[in-house]
């Protein structure tokens, strides 16, 4: 089976309601087959309430939703879903709930070997990658490890942000953030801006949505790919 | 002894050099008596270059300066140090250093016991917290723990910014942030905005600098304090 993810940058854009603006994008993907999404809400605190925004979204859409924390046994509810969706939040707390409740591995299997699709937003497209060491997120709790789920072989940077010329702030751009990233490891980085979405097919990557993804190769000039590029080129471990 | 801690927000104001903004502070917290900073330049991956801007500057205020990293064993490095200088940088590549180099409980005891003088700015702020849980960097290296070095019972969140109600960036503000900490753990974090300090002198603390910092405490209102405020109450348990 290949391997079918959608990986979104963020979960709202200005001016729109949760996940409005990549809607048809989540229609396209999930389809006529799915019927049903398991939603991991472990990035918030109040996982009722997450999925209940999930579910509400989702349901205008023609999906059910099952939140994971509602079944009795995570793993179990990993090993039947039809399709899997990682909502955002805070990236540490995420990672950290999904090796506290044994899904990771079991989430890769069910992508990688089984076909599952696979959505993630912001946290949720951050765990999909090598590592979280590219998220934006505060440390708030200790995960167990950086590694992440690795459904693709490198790293995104969800809402990533162009440099302001005219800030006054002195605290580090993001661009400088992922090139100190580069001086301790070389696993290159996508900046998928707010707007923009990675879809990945198998062995074939396309940049979607409406705005530019900026590529981060140690050592190399930045790149930038406007929607409609194809990245497949991303997803061999030589490129 | 009494500790003595000179935590700054920001190396550089904007449009002044390297620790301008906050000269007379560092004169005055290290006086005349101190001779020689013990500078850690472990945050940024060029220690040499790093210690030349730090030696550079404290030169020209009257101090020597010598790197933890130019000596044989940075252990008795802290044994020895009249004053130790914690730089900025990345806090996850500063604090994964220090415990490799077994400095943390060494540091603490020298400041806490022995009244050694430390001075911090930016990452070098946030390791002297509790934990470095509320720092604004990326996880770009996976350290032991992200408790630090104890200095005081709280943590700090250096380079602190405001909400841009002009904003079109979805990115969660440093205030949901620090939010999102406080939906794990209690400990309350001063927000230092660029351009402010902290001078800890045993059980007295005092906000100094040309900026306010902003208080977040678990479920009670945010506060602000002016420079020149006595935030003493802090370094209690209780507060």
Redesign the interface.
């Known amino acids: 089976m290949m391997r079918r993810l959608l990986l979104v940058s ?6 729109s309601g949760y996940l409005d603006h990549c809607q048809q994008q989540i229609a396209d993907f999930f389809g006529k087959d799915v019927k049903k999404v398991l939603f991991v809400p472990y990035a918030l ?1 109040d996982r009722d309430k997450y999925t209940k925004t999930a579910r509400d979204k989702f349901q205008t859409l023609g999906y059910e939703v099952s939140g994971i924390h509602e079944a009795a046994d995570p793993v179990e509810a990993v090993r039947k879903a039809e399709a899997i969706f990682i909502g955002g ?2 990236t ?2 995420l990672l950290k709930s999904l090796y506290d409740n044994k899904v990771v591995s079991e989430i890769r299997k069910r992508v990688l070997e089984d076909g599952v699709p696979y959505m993630g937003s912001s946290a949720g497209t951050n765990v999909a990658t090598v590592s ?11 995960p167990p ?2 590694a992440a789920i690795g459904l693709v072989p490198f790293n995104i940077n969800p ?1 990533y ?1 162009d440099t302001d010329p005219n800030s ?5 751009t993001r661009e400088q ?2 090139t ?2 580069h ?3 070389d696993t290159c980085v996508l900046g998928l801006r ?1 707007g923009c979405m990675l879809l990945v097919e198998g062995n074939k990557a396309t940049l979607l949505g409406s705005t530019n993804a900026r590529l981060f190769n140690r050592g190399k000039p930045c790149e930038e790919f406007k929607p409609g590029s194809d990245l497949s080129f991303l997803l061999t471990d030589a490129h």
Do not use: A
Not at 134 to 142: G, R
Not at 168 to 172: P, S
């Open positions: 963020n979960s709202t854009l200005h001016g605190h939040g805070n540490f707390r979280i060491s590219t998220t934006n997120d505060m440390p708030i709790v200790y490890s950086f809402h942000l006054r702030h002195m605290g580090e953030r992922i100190q990233y001086e301790e490891v707010e």
